[in-house]
């Protein structure tokens, strides 16, 4: 956490139908990036934005220790994030920094890793009606929300989702044209969480619902590091009990067994 | 499974302490990989080897197609492993193909992928007694194990151990020295399977020990694909159900929300 | 298993319905117990039937020593199935036995007990259209099954579903209304297994249908236990490293903390 | 949460062995209740007692709808507690309540009902050496702790120990004697949580060593629940999308299937 006590939110997105799609920034103005830093703008954060053409795509060392919470928005362009800059957000996560993966993150580098998986599934864009269903209303992360939600418009996710066995699921959908998908789950890896939530394609609507928001917003405070603790180094460490001598001669010959 | 409705199994290795410290083909003759092969040699199993210095590091796109069950033991070279080998084997393992991950393994590239996390640990390498505790006794991979076991002599591993929150503890090992560790656990991750199993020092003679061979040999029939499923493509399905008629004038326009 | 390598099935069903309501035996003519017993009939199976109105429930100690995996049905009568037959049912699951829940089991005693739950969920009979989706295509219990299958009639259940945090999703359904349900999951307690299966309402034909046979069927297969382990008894081992000696002046006056 | 915004906390003891024994009270002046409700006392928190002899065992309706987190010793009286408290106990952790379960808790009826399974273990009271060590650090329960730490005098409690399979380990103990335990987990069930936490025998002074109370004092706030959601309750909702009309002559007849 900042030292003001507020939350340091990256909001990061590849930034690339912006550039070639118009209706895109016209139902997102500023990008899928400044839309959501807008949306979720709030005293007790503070969020900046990052992008696939910054250098290093935003995510500098400098950046990454002063964020707590990461939201990912990536699709076009997934094989263009670098590997170092991968392994360096994989890390960062390990030591505790949060990740919100959003839509199309799914089949994301940093998605992947995390899950141990493809993220496939299947797909289809015809802007059809969602309804997310909360199957753990207990969860902070759908805390306000009601039973159920609808999206008039969106593409659909269809099971079989390739993800890891441990998704704890918190939303599951129902789609108009026949389909479930698990669309809100959370991960532990190392010190840091993530949460995986399925809406939000770049040409319908859904960062304007407002439970959409609600959700991301209630993620980022979940996601955020309860406390530091330090990341264990691999070391050897003294024994802290006493050993029994060792007869290695036997050991060596291979004859104690 | 092969025609002859055998399991395929390939002993990976990376065979490099054998060729720099003699005490290790002392301990095993052959190698680790050569002595496995002898050890778990039965009529159900067609078992081979491959290493690190063959071509593609003997793990073809044929080879992998005919495994049923990959052992890996590597320690010194888990750089030197390609990444490309690395995604081949982890496609063939999210189509089913099972994986045993033996001691030092724990940072092996392929057991990161699947953890989505370091493999990190403590260690101490003084030879000490170890104490294996079963802790699921109904998990095949245990059956015909007593509730705890010893190995004289070997490295020690402790915790925090930096592994998938989807774990599942099979084995829990006591240390003469004082630590823990979660010894033995199995993962999913796609429609393959994995366990990893702690023992294996290469100077210490723990794969002369009949338990630890006993619970390779049970970890690899429970290891074998059930059946083959094929594994989902990404596709753009035809709806199951009418989808109603939208009007995306108000959807680009971003109008309804 | 038996002796001759077959394996038992018992098949128990409160048959209340079946006495009220002259569409039970109709569409399921002997029971629902009769008609599944028939309807899974096979070489490598030993199925007996056992009812509520039976002395102990048909389901004495002899009978569940001679059971590897037992079917539940039940609805009206949950609070009749007296609790020293549920606490021996439990037993012998920790002991191994595997359980197949079906449709309304999912109040049963039984069922609650095992997943530490109230098993509540939404529910609509209006015999509305189930699509049930595979989510884990590898698994033994979906073997030789389409990625989705449909039953045109059907009582609806939806989520949330109050289930075990551990209930590992295989199928999700999707209904013609418009709600989602795991109708699939499996579960461990001690040494047995569970497999909870969401169709099979009395006055809809479903049992009928071969997709259904097929799960339930592979589902007994995969519940049988591996191998018998003897259940842990509480007891005071002596110890299997030396202890060394206690001042107990000082921690009965709680002095040394 | 109470008015005054603090925790109110119950500490339940059954206060059996204070009355035959002694060296409790010499250890733990007050009963272990009253004992914990010193040592956990913080101006964040209300801290009542209940006890086993009270009226409903001090466990009445207002006063766990007045308790956000129970803490719970018990040990030779687990039969005399009333299945209808129970019910009420667990109905509550359903609805969100917290509960640490401590040290001989793990054959309580509630502990056994939440995991489902009979919470065996192996045991050995001779004063042994125990040392906890943290699995995973980031875990809020753990905040502030060393990555191990030793309590000199304790029973042994060893594996396999029988808990649910989404029992998440967060502490796993080294015994003087050779054993391993799962000394510390979380689990979840409908919407609340619990905590397990290994020492605190009667006669061993645990509960003055200050890492034992910073954990016991760490898992009250983590327990506390994050907001209340409404129970869900059984019921028949209309459809949310039309449902096509059904010819229930051929379900009834089970001709179509």
């Not at 770049?202 to 928001?213: C, L, Q, W």
Request: charged share 25%; proline share 6%; glycine share 8%.
């Amino acid at each position: 956490m900042s030292k003001d006590n507020k939350i340091n939110v990256t909001i990061w997105n590849e930034n690339v139908h912006e550039k070639t799609n118009s209706a895109v920034c016209e139902i997102y103005p500023g990008g899928l990036h400044g839309f959501l830093a807008e949306k979720l703008n709030s005293p007790d954060l503070n969020i900046r934005t990052a992008t696939l053409d910054e250098p290093e795509h935003g995510l500098t060392e400098e950046v990454l220790n002063n964020t707590d919470v990461l939201l990912w928005w990536g699709h076009a362009a997934h094989h263009k994030v670098e590997d170092a800059i991968v392994d360096r957000v994989q890390q960062k996560i390990w030591d505790g920094m949060g990740l919100v993966a959003l839509h199309s993150a799914h089949m994301s580098k940093i998605f992947c890793r995390l899950n141990g998986t493809s993220g496939k599934l299947h797909w289809r864009e015809v802007g059809e009606r969602e309804r997310l269903w909360v199957v753990d209303p207990s969860h902070p992360i759908v805390a306000g929300l009601p039973e159920h939600f609808e999206l008039p418009y969106e593409e659909m996710y269809g099971e079989p989702f390739m993800i890891a066995a441990d998704a704890k699921p918190i939303i599951i959908s129902w789609f108009e044209g026949g389909e479930v998908f698990r669309s809100g789950f959370t991960l532990q890896r190392g010190y840091g969480r993530m949460f995986y939530f399925r809406p939000g394609h770049e040409t319908f609507p859904s960062f304007h619902n407002a439970n959409v928001i609600k959700v991301i917003g209630n993620a980022i405070r979940w996601l955020k590091p309860a406390y530091r603790a330090d990341y264990p180094k691999t070391h050897t460490p003294d024994s802290l009990e006493v050993i029994s001598p060792k007869d290695f001669k036997h050991v060596k010959a291979g004859i104690i067994r």
